[in-house]
């Protein structure tokens, strides 16, 4: 598909179809390019709203990103163009649509459910931390449903690339402390963190550190107040993913997300209750 990244897009090439959704920036419509007849989704950003907001530089970094990730669970930006007053992405159309409205549907997940989008979110985000890519807003709003059910992240707008800038910085990591050497594992389990609050969520229906004041939910946060309600009932296996994965030093979680991948870990979450 080299071709398609050096071609150079314009809007003449789509059929614009019916909205997929609105973001802050722009929307988001079904479209199918001539050509191919390839179906995509195509978000409209306006330029006046990016300058306004001081977005541009992340977007143009969201889109450096996400168009040189190839991962059956991370949403596929084809490429872009722009004309006088819009920018559009040419995004990888997900049939099933936003995992979140999903979850308020069902309330929360059964641990089978939770376990399959646990370990293709966890997949993911070993792909992309091979590739010093942290995505660093993993939530609900930013996961997508492709037509055959599996999970798609999308929206890699605060994600940052970590090639190690501590030796680019200052030519070689002898003499630095522990901190700052692990600070690049540390930066990655932005994401680890996050996969553990998002388990907790599918699994109970609301984040785990959530509270009426922000600054209610900030204490909880740097306190680690994790409690796991009573109701609905969580295998034991679960929790003791959901903690190791919030509470866990930070290598020790990412030494269990490569388990994860045989599915050790998860298989025991997903033993019928
Ligand atoms: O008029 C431009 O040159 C322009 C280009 C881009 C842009 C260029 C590549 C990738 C990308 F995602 C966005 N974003 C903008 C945002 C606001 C105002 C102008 C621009
Ligand atoms: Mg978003």
């Given at each position: 598909v080299s071709g398609a990244e050096k071609k150079r897009w314009t809007l003449n090439d789509f059929d614009i179809g019916k909205p997929l959704g609105r973001g802050k920036f722009g929307h988001v419509y079904l479209a199918r390019e001539k050509r191919s007849n390839h179906i995509v989704a195509l978000?409209?950003?306006?330029?006046?709203?990016?300058?306004?907001?001081?977005?541009?530089?992340?977007?143009?970094?969201?889109?450096?990103?996400?168009?040189?990730?190839?991962h059956p669970n991370i949403l596929r930006l084809y490429g872009y163009f722009y004309d006088q007053k819009r920018v559009y992405l040419i995004l990888e159309y997900a049939a099933k649509g936003e995992l979140y409205k999903e979850l308020q549907k069902c309330k929360y997940f059964s641990e089978r459910r939770a376990a399959t989008y646990v370990a293709s979110l966890a997949r993911a985000l070993i792909y992309c931390h091979g590739k010093h890519v942290i995505h660093r807003d993993i939530k609900p709003e930013n996961l997508l449903i492709g037509a055959q059910g599996e999970l798609k992240i999308a929206d890699f707008g605060w994600s940052v690339h970590t090639f190690n800038r501590r030796r680019t910085m200052c030519g070689t990591l002898d003499y630095l402390p522990p901190e700052m050497v692990e600070s690049v594992e540390h930066d990655a389990s932005v994401d680890i963190w996050s996969l553990g609050v998002l388990?907790?969520?599918?699994?109970?229906?609301?984040?785990?550190?959530?509270?009426?004041?922000?600054?209610?939910?900030?204490?909880?946060i740097v306190q680690v107040d994790l409690k796991f309600p009573l109701k609905p009932i969580v295998s034991s296996a679960a929790k003791d993913l959901i903690s190791q994965s919030i509470n866990g030093s930070h290598q020790f979680s990412i030494e269990i997300l490569k388990y994860v991948d045989n599915d050790i870990r998860l298989k025991s979450m997903t033993k019928p209750m």
């Open positions: 978000k409209v950003l306006f330029k006046s709203q990016l300058q306004q907001s001081q977005v541009e530089h992340q977007l143009r970094r969201e889109v450096e990103i996400q168009s040189h990730l190839r388990c907790y969520e599918f699994l109970y229906g609301v984040p785990p550190f959530e509270a009426k004041e922000h600054s209610d939910t900030y204490r909880r």
